[in-house]
Structure formats: C-alpha cells, structure tokens
C-alpha cells in the first residue's frame, strides 16, 4: 500500500519534474507517514536552486534562501522546500558554510538521525540511504554517520535525541551515548532552544524516562540549574517515601500532559532543598517552600524565556500547590478562589491530587475533594466573589454622602466580608443600610 500524499504535495512535485528537477518530501514527514501517524507538515527537497524555485512558482517566500529554502505557497498553505546542500565548519550550532549540491544522498548524508534522513517520491516509494526504515521497526535512535561528529556539529542534537525518543517511545543507541559522554555541554545553546526541547519532553507519555537519563548524561542540570539540589535529597518526612527529584518526577507522570501542568509539576518543590530544617526528633520540615519554589520558578522561565502569561500560569500554581481548608468556612472558599483565579482552579486540583499520590501511601483525598465540592458549589451557585459581585457600588456610597478616596474601597471591603459568609446579605437595601450604620 502506497503512502497518500496531499494533492498539494503532489502539485508541487510534478512541477519540479515538469521542469526537469527532482523533488521528494523530506524528514519528519515521511517519518511520520510511515509510522502511520499525520505528518503536522510536509517538507521538500530538491537539485533546483532557490532561484529556479522561484522561477518555476508564481508565489514564494524567501524565508531562508542563504541557506536554500523558500517557501511555495499553495492555496495560501506554505510548505518549505529547500536545495540539496552540503554544510561545514560549523560553530556548535549552525554551519557557517553552506553549499548546493546536485546529489540527494550528500544531502541526506548531513542529516541528524536516520529516521529523519528518508525520502519519498511522488509515487510513494521511500529512499533510504541509511536505514531508517529499519531504525523505525527498531524503535530506535540513531544518527546518520558518526554520532560525536552530528553532536559537535550540533549541540542541540543532543536534545533532539531525547525529545525523539521520549515522543515516540523509542529508545537512544549506544553510539549516541557514548557520543554525549564524550561531550555533554549545551551550555551554549540559546535559552529559546532548550525551551521548546524541554517543553516538548516534559510533555511526553513517560517524561521521568527521558528526565531521569538526562541527569545522568549531565543535561538537565544545564537546563534547569536549581534541579540539581533536589538530586537524592532525602526528605526526612514520615509523609514521604522518596527524595525530592523522585518525587517530582512522580508528580510529573501523574499529571495532565498540558504543558502549564507539567512544568507546575517540574517546579513545584524544586525550593525544598533551600529551606529544609529538621527537628528534634529527626523530623524534616519544608517551611514556606512553596514561596521558594514559586521565586525559583519564575527565574527559570524568565531565563528560559517562556512568556509573561506561561510564568505567571505556572508560578502561581506552584505558589498555591500547598494551600489547604480544613476549616472550610464559605469566606474561606471563595477567598481560594480569588487567590487562585477561576481560570486556574481545575487545575490546581489536578497538581493536588498528583502531589498526593506521589507521597507515601495510603492517600487520602477527603480534603482535597471537600474543597473541591465546596468551590464547585459556590460557581455554581453563582455565589458574590469580590467587589465587582456586591449589589452596591462605589456610586451608591458617593451618593450617600461618603467622601471619594480609600474610604470607598475600605467600606465596601467590609461589606465584602459579611457577603462572603453569608450570599444572602447582597441586597442592595442591606448593604445601604449597613453603610449608613458605619456613619452614625
């Protein structure tokens, strides 16, 4: 059976052979395809030059035509094809020269990985120079050519290795191993990179795997410095049955696979280690770590550049992750959820629940589930939640005779107060008259 190929695809293939050239997807799109799996989008390759590419199509980008791609456009869907090519003398990165080639297979041979370096035709058949195929049965990693050469090429390889095998559930060869150990520095490589391999592994279906085998070639702790202290850091806790970096790893493969989650989960005790006391009776004590959890958090993301909406998600979950009512009085309730944010509260019970059963068993919910309840109640009910909910406004007090100014805000705070006990006291009248009680 055949692979199907887009009919877009499929045009701009015919066109390159109309015109005397060859054409083949490339890469992760064949991947993919053979995996069974829809490619997210289809790459080409080529022997035309960037100039006989734009030649041949009526409407092209030159999105990285110094380094032989342009972007066809069909139907206002984009798809990058890019001019056989060889590269050298790189700086770690990327190569500092690049030069065109008329051979498919110098092309593919500068390719990463073997199950990125397959071709298809515009038939369907594959061309496999490097036994990707066989890698793919396999479930296997592997570089095309000399693994430590692919790395000292390109640093983020290294990443890229992980990030596949965490995607796909394969495992990582050998050679690539060894290749890491011989050089596992990536400390050069641009926050933004490590960002997008980092989120794309922590969102994985086993993300301890790969995180796991990343602290023993030394990456992690290069991605995330402060990870490092969590590293077999005993607990000392009767509610604990594991170290710092074991529990979080738990609390990680317990979790949603949504990335504000998963990084929630990544960070959330990440500050133990800094405020860890012990008591008299050997007893380990964890003091407002989720306030030095929550700071370390938010460091990382900044210097990972994450976006200003992705820190704030993930720092304010890891600073309520420890917030609990056992007491659960109706002000109580809704000043969680204010503090927490409606848009926040399903998952803070996610990350919860996870926390919980990353501990030593038996677990117990009851709490958890009762604040649960209760929140759910209160939503639904439509309950007053903050100023803006009161029957009566700062107007109303003006009209009263109440002086504009921090006076207006301090009042109706308390009225606040005595609404968030009890909902049925938000009626204007009520709350008129308890204004007009605070003047006599």
Known sequence: MKNKIPSNVKIIMKKFIENGHECFLVGGCVRDMLLGLAPKDYDLCTNAIPEQ?????????????????????????????????LECDYDGRRPKVVKFSNILKEDLSRRDFTINSMVMDIKGNVIDYFGGEEDLHRKEIKCVGDAAQRFKEDKLRILRAFRFASRYNFTISDEIY??????????????????????????SEKPSVWLI???HFGLLEQIIPNISKCYDFDQHNPNHNKD??????????????????????????????????IDENGIG????????????CRKIMIDLRYS??????????VYYHMTRYEKLRSSSVKKFINKVGIDKLEDIFKLFIADRVSTKPPYDFEEIYRLKFECEKVLSEKQPLNIKDLDITGRDLINLGVPQGKDIGIILNKLLEKVLDNPKLNKKEYLLDEVKSLFK
Do not use: C, W
């Not at 110094?66 to 456009?73: E, F, K, L, P």
């Not at 596992?184 to 391999?197: A, D, Q, V």
């Not at 989650?261 to 006391?277: C, E, Q, S, W």
């Open 53 to 85: 590419v734009e030649k041949i199509f009526h409407k092209t980008i030159p999105t990285g035509k110094d380094y032989g791609t342009i972007t066809v456009m069909i139907d206002n869907e984009g798809y990058e094809v890019t001019t056989y090519r």
């Open 178 to 203: 060894n290749a890491i150990l011989i050089d596992n520095n990536i400390s050069n490589l641009s926050k933004e990179r490590l960002r997008e391999e980092l989120n794309k592994i922590i969102v």
């Open 213 to 215: 085998k990343m602290k």
């Open 244 to 277: 710092v970096f074991k529990h979080i790893l738990s609390v990680i493969d317990n979790i949603q696979p949504k990335l504000e989650l998963r990084l929630a989960a990544l960070f959330h005790d990440i500050g133990k280690p800094n405020v860890f006391t």
């Open 285 to 296: 004590h964890f003091y407002s770590h989720h306030k030095e959890s929550s700071r370390i």
């Open 308 to 317: 200003n909406k992705e820190i704030e998600y993930v720092s304010e979950l």
